[in-house]
């Protein structure tokens, strides 16, 4: 954070430099190194007390240069572990400990106080030292401990025991301030008894011993001081709780006990002392405590009530001066990271980090804060951390108060680079309010606006709600607020609030929903039909009705809200589809993200990042991770379909470059599961290869015109060695290896979780159909294309393409491609061909009532008209390009350039084939035709219209159809 530069040492301060001085011989110093001394004795009582107590230490540090550099990863470590070499009691162990705290306390504070480093730095050595003292100190102890009263043995494995130590809070987030406490929990894995001695000891008994030892060696004051004042009151219970408790205790009190400022507190957790490995096993076992797998706004709520106990003893005991608890600071940025971190680190891993800088650089990058507001965040907090060590640098005192002496404020105000408390005031007071100002956009009661005196917005509906009104009088607030038919709004009240689902509720989620229903009410009325939205909205109500941290979510975030019964008015498939997957209404938050899905390379990258952040034997996480993903983009271009953000042509494109994004990442993840149990295939000349395989898509997501809800046509090949063995010690011939794969990517796209299938498959075009092979050899997809295919088995090859895999193997499809599809024909034939094979598709797939839209009365209004079926719509259209590629190909290869209708008719005007006229008309046709059926998609409707609508570009398509010679 730039600050301004450090000012000259006012007269008045310098007797603290020149006490310093006194008797130290300095005189072979730089002026530079005199100058950071002056500067570093004023702000800091403890560098000159520090000098004049140990001179050596200062001396020494000098002379090896580390009041200048930085220190490299593990030095301090290595230090202390060569200073405890020695120790032969614990008299010695602990003043070891201090000597060396005191010696790096002083370098610290040093290049802090002259900016020789930035806050991270410092933060990260005095984290850094922490971690050394921690668990040097656990590892010396331990074995003197063992000695005496054996080693600690698990009752269930069998093996010794280690504790491991959590530290909480700014040490488990290397976020140390210069006089900071060390919020410490102790656990050890498995109960059992020592070993080794005749008396032995019950596991939890030994290691509180050793965790009373522990706390004596850090927290003890002696004629040398002390390492770091340590604080247990973080762990189960409290101060009555057991000072160190087995794995199993702490899952079970954090499962069935843990409060919200528990989690909070959890987030930072790291383990800095002990058993390491045991210590990462803990952590996971607790990550469910603190991380919800949903939305989980409640936080919000436990996050308001605690700040709102902070400021009432901020009140109470005369705190406004207090830089981390008092308005605008420290604990407020804190908060306003946290809040995020517990509502969305559950599904975003991103956010489950421990680092508060590090968490506001993933709220911007993220969109879940304009980057502006992150950046204020930012600077404010790296001003207040600045000021915070400058208020405990100077009598190493752990407070966050401003000081009322005006010498003291005269010495703050020079370590912080001001001409003085007034400069330095100012500052401060602007940084506060925009931190307060932030804090109050993020975790304040929408409800409570500074200075409004109304109403909670939905309080005229409470007694309606609470049946306090009777039938009569609730059906008539019902009808004033605008519901067409206020009987049947009120019956579908009142069958939610006496239905299973509600009556089953436990106290706070009943809470919850008596504070949300009349907020739905009071903005379902501001709607335009809000009989459509109560009827839309309340499903979904009442399927999360036991889950009612969502409740929370539109309760906090009255615009999602909004837009939730907006698009729930607009699509009931929207309604179905949130109701289904609450998970959805994360998508809501984000106006501009909702309404602006990413393009393709945006779109690979989002998922690549997400997956790459769970373990890759998480194979659970991976599919659901998935699921959500295609669900949440599914949603955003639905709703940017239907506020017109996004036209049909960008919606299938949209929907298409989705299914690519899934279907590289299911390729990946199947190909990896696959390789670790049998090995890589090998090629003809024995190397093992790459994935020598490719997804062929087939129809809609072939011709890059999927639509909501759409299954995917696949086809596999590969172009591996079919009877060359995997080179893992599972092995299986190549033919084997590809089958399975392609089982694998089926298992993984189709199987029901929590979150639903990713998509239905269909493979029945690959070669023979469903009795064909579920993996073809790129040599036998051409043989069978050559020689076996049918003529409508071609057809579908003209929107065939690689959707994912090798470029290599999707090079030599595209030449199969070319030459099938482009060899000379008998249009006779093929006419004859198409036309039956269209004839067969009207009988079965057409409107019965019309003959498929053939008989007299097709156009006859009130008749049905199957959007794709039948005679004239979209089908007619796709045969007649898949006609044209076929007959004219040989002759204009560029018609097998795109596999999409739209292009594949460009060329066909382009190559004067078809009139321009007739392009256009046929175009706009298939777009409008799509339009419709993209609509009644959204509003759950058969994609059927009546007859009377869309005649003259059903009669256009009929006629170029009867022109071009087919029947």
Same mark, same amino acid.
């Given at each position: ?404 002496? @005006?010498?003291?404020?005269? %010495?703050?105000?020079?370590?912080? +680079? &001001? *001409? #003085?408390? /007034? !400069?330095?005031?100012? $500052? =401060? ?41 009777? @039938?009569?009088?609730?059906? %008539?607030?019902?009808?004033?607020? +605008? &519901? *067409? #038919?206020? /009987? !049947?709004?009120?019956? $579908? =009240? ?54 009612? *941290? ?418």
């Amino acid at each position: 954070m730039p600050l301004p530069a450090l000012l000259a040492v006012p007269p008045s301060l310098h007797f603290h430099a020149e006490r310093a001085r006194a008797g130290l011989p300095v005189n072979d110093w730089s002026q530079e190194r005199l100058q950071a001394f002056e500067r570093a004795c004023v702000g800091s009582d403890f560098v000159s007390e520090q000098a004049q107590r140990d001179p050596d230490s200062l001396l020494a540090l000098a002379a090896e240069g580390l009041l200048e550099r930085s220190l490299a990863q593990g030095e301090l470590r290595d230090e202390l572990v060569a200073r405890l070499a020695d120790c032969a009691d614990e008299e010695a162990l602990a003043r070891a400990l201090r000597r060396f705290r005191n010696r790096h306390q002083l370098r610290i504070i040093w290049r802090d106080l002259n900016r020789f480093c930035d806050l991270r730095e410092t933060c990260r050595d005095l984290s850094d030292m922490a971690d050394a003292c921690i668990d040097l100190a656990y590892h010396w102890l331990y074995p003197q401990l063992c000695a005496q009263h054996g080693t600690p043995m698990g009752r269930r494995s069998g093996l010794p025991q280690h504790m491991v130590i959590l530290g909480m809070g700014k040490l488990g987030a290397h976020e140390l301030n210069l006089s900071s406490d060390i919020d410490l929990i102790f656990g050890y894995p498995e109960g059992g008894e020592t070993e080794g001695v005749k008396r032995t000891l019950d596991n939890q008994e030994f290691f509180t011993r050793l965790g009373q030892k522990l706390i004596r060696a850090l927290d003890a004051i002696t004629v040398d001081g002390f390492v770091f004042r340590t604080d247990m009151r973080l762990r189960p219970y409290g101060s009555s709780g057991a000072l160190v408790l087995s794995f199993n205790a702490l899952e079970q009190y954090y499962q069935d006990q843990g409060r919200d400022w528990e989690r909070y507190a959890m987030i930072k957790a790291r383990v800095v002392g002990g058993d390491q490995q045991a210590g990462r096993e803990l952590l996971e076992m607790l990550r469910p405590f603190v991380y919800r797998r949903y939305l989980d706004f409640s936080a919000i709520e436990a996050l308001r009530s605690m700040k709102q106990l902070i400021q009432q003893e901020v009140r109470r005991k005369g705190m406004a001066a207090n830089i981390k608890l008092g308005a605008g600071g420290i604990r407020e940025v804190e908060f306003i990271a946290q809040a995020f971190q517990l509502i969305h680190g559950g599904r975003d891993l991103s956010l489950q980090q421990r680092a508060l800088l590090g968490v506001l650089e993933t709220l911007a990058g993220q969109g879940y804060m304009p980057p502006a507001a992150v950046e204020e965040l930012r600077d404010g907090y790296c001003f207040l951390r600045y000021l915070e060590h400058a208020l405990q640098a100077i009598g190493d005192r752990q407070t966050q108060m401003l000081p009322d002496d @005006d010498h003291e404020r005269e %010495r703050v105000a020079f370590a912080m +680079g &001001f *001409a #003085d408390w /007034a !400069a330095l005031c100012e $500052r =401060l007071e602007y940084w506060r309010g925009r931190i307060d100002w932030h804090f109050r956009q993020v975790i304040a009661d929408p409800d409570e606006e500074e200075g409004d005196d109304e109403l909670t917005p939905g309080s005229d509906w409470l007694p309606l709600w609470e049946e306090a009104l009777g @039938d009569e009088a609730a059906c %008539r607030q019902l009808e004033e607020a +605008g &519901f *067409a #038919d206020p /009987a !049947a709004a009120w019956k $579908r =009240l009142h069958d939610l609030r006496h239905g299973p689902q509600v009556r089953a509720m436990q106290r706070l989620g009943r809470e919850r929903l008596d504070a949300f229903v009349p907020r739905l009410l009071a903005q379902a009325a501001e709607q335009e039909n809000p009989d459509l939205v109560l009827e839309r909205v309340l499903p979904l109500v009442e399927r999360v009705a036991r889950r009612s *941290a969502y409740l929370v979510l539109l309760s906090e975030n009255p615009g999602a809200l909004q837009r939730l019964m907006q698009l729930c008015a607009a699509s009931p498939w929207i309604a179905e589809q949130i109701a289904r997957f609450p998970l959805l209404l994360d998508e809501l938050l984000n106006e501009g993200r909702l309404y602006s899905p990413p393009l393709a390379p945006e779109l690979a990258a989002e998922l690549q990042e997400r997956l790459m952040r769970i373990p890759e034997d998480d194979l659970e996480q991976q599919m659901e991770a998935l699921r959500h993903f295609k669900l949440a983009h599914g949603l955003r271009v639905a709703a940017s379909e239907i506020v017109g953000s996004l036209p049909l042509m960008k919606v299938s494109d949209y929907l298409t470059w989705l299914a690519e994004a899934i279907l590289a990442q299911v390729l990946a993840l199947a190909w990896r599961q696959t390789t670790e149990k049998y090995g890589a295939p090998r090629r003809a000349d024995g190397s093992s290869c790459d994935p020598d395989f490719i997804i062929v898509g087939y129809g809609k997501v072939g011709g890059i015109e999927l639509g909501h809800g759409s299954d995917l046509d696949l086809v596999f090949i590969h172009d591996g060695d079919p009877n060359a063995e995997t080179d893992g010690t599972k092995a299986i011939d190549g033919a084997q290896f590809f089958t399975r794969l392609g089982q694998r990517i089926i298992h993984l796209l189709t199987t029901q979780t929590t979150s639903g299938a990713l998509y239905e498959v269909d493979m029945r075009l690959r070669p023979s159909g469903a009795s064909g092979l579920l993996v073809s050899s790129l040599g036998a997809f051409q043989r069978y294309q050559e020689n076996e295919a049918w003529t409508w088995e071609h057809q579908a090859l003209v929107r065939a393409r690689v959707l994912v895999g090798c470029p290599r193997v999707a090079a030599a499809f595209e030449q199969v491609r070319a030459g099938v599809l482009g060899r000379p024909r008998d249009l006779t034939a093929l006419r004859q061909e198409v036309s039956e094979m269209r004839a067969k598709m009207r009988d079965n797939l057409g409107s019965r009532e019309t003959a498929a839209g053939t008989a007299a009365n097709a156009f006859e209004p009130g008749q049905p008209f199957d959007l794709k079926q039948d005679a004239g719509g979209i089908v007619d259209i796709e045969f007649m390009v898949q006609y044209a590629a076929l007959a004219w190909s040989h002759q204009h290869p560029q018609l097998l350039r795109y596999t999409d209708n739209i292009r594949i008719l460009d060329g066909l005007g382009e190559a004067g084939l078809l009139p321009p006229q007739d392009v256009t008309l046929l175009q706009e046709a298939y777009k409008a035709f799509r339009a419709v059926a993209h609509r009644q998609a959204l509003q759950k409707q058969p994609g059927k219209v009546d007859a009377a609508q869309l005649q003259v570009e059903r009669h256009e398509v009929l006629r170029i159809w009867r022109e071009l010679g087919l029947q």
